[in-house]
Antibody, heavy 120, light 110 residues
Framework: QVQLQESGPGLVKSSETLSLTCTVSGGSISNYYWSWIRQPPGKGLEWIGYISDIGRTNYSPSLNSRVTISEDTSKNQFSLKLTSVTAADTAVYYC??????????????WGQGMLVTGSA | QSVLTQPPSASGTPGQRVTISCSGSTSNIGSNTVNWYQQLPGTAPKLLSYTNNQRPSGVPDRFSASKSGTSGSLAISGLQSEDEADYYCAAWDDSLNGYVFGSGTKVTVL
């Protein structure tokens, strides 16, 4: 059973960089796409971006200029960096497997989520 | 504002059938498959349906999804108290070159 766990600081000062890591257990991160998704308190889900099975990245146009997703296959982890954080970036951040499985589109495994607060 | 539009709420009594709509456009639902996720209070979303109408292993057949043109829908039959949750549709958007979620629908069991 694949399991994902987010980790990192829960509080980030304005204008600083949010850094989160997702550790995957129960399977290798190789050969899959991995994404970050966030959810502001009381609001809906927003896809942030993914890193593909060959290390190619694709980011949401609304966050493209501030986002970097990378991976460390030796640690079976992938990471998110979001620069110039503001209070608007306060959200629960989820890591998930997907969205592409060949021609199939889905997020099948999710982490439990981690609340990150952007302080003023 | 979400690219995919859902009604903010839906409700029904136990045993009833509830349907949730998801309206998109030619760049997303019209040209790509639809996913549905269930988010119970305080938990991560769970995949409920993919490729328009396929249920992952373990998802009860009370949940059925479909797609027509630029819209998708999720039906919950035999509504149960544990179905009280937020439901999100999602699809790939070719114009945005990204994955987009619906605005979400809160289902209440009366």
């Amino acid at each position: 059973q694949v399991q994902l766990q987010e980790s990192g600081p829960g509080l980030v000062k304005s204008s600083e960089t949010l850094s989160l890591t997702c550790t995957v257990s129960g399977g290798s991160i190789s050969n899959y796409y991995w994404s970050w998704i966030r959810q502001p308190p009381g609001k809906g889900l927003e896809w942030i971006g993914y890193i593909s099975d060959i290390g190619r990245t694709n980011y949401s146009p609304s966050l493209n200029s501030r986002v970097t997703i990378s991976e460390d296959t030796s640690k079976n982890q992938f990471s998110l960096k979001l620069t110039s954080v503001t209070a608007a970036d306060t959200a629960v951040y989820y890591c998930a497997r997907g969205p592409w499985f060949g021609d199939l589109l889905k997020f099948d495994y999710w982490g439990q989520g981690m609340l990150v607060t952007g302080s003023a | 504002q979400s690219v995919l539009t859902q009604p903010p709420s839906a409700s029904g009594t136990p045993g009833q059938r509830v349907t949730i709509s998801c309206s998109g456009s030619t760049s997303n639902i019209g040209s790509n498959t639809v996913n549905w996720y269930q988010q119970l209070p305080g938990t991560a979303p769970k995949l409920l349906s993919y490729t328009n109408n396929q249920r992952p292993s373990g998802v009860p057949d009370r949940f059925s999804a479909s797609k027509s043109g630029t819209s998708g829908s999720l039906a919950i039959s035999g509504l149960q108290s544990e179905d009280e949750a937020d439901y999100y549709c999602a699809a790939w958007d070719d114009s945005l070159n990204g994955y987009v979620f619906g605005s979400g629908t809160k289902v209440t069991v009366l």
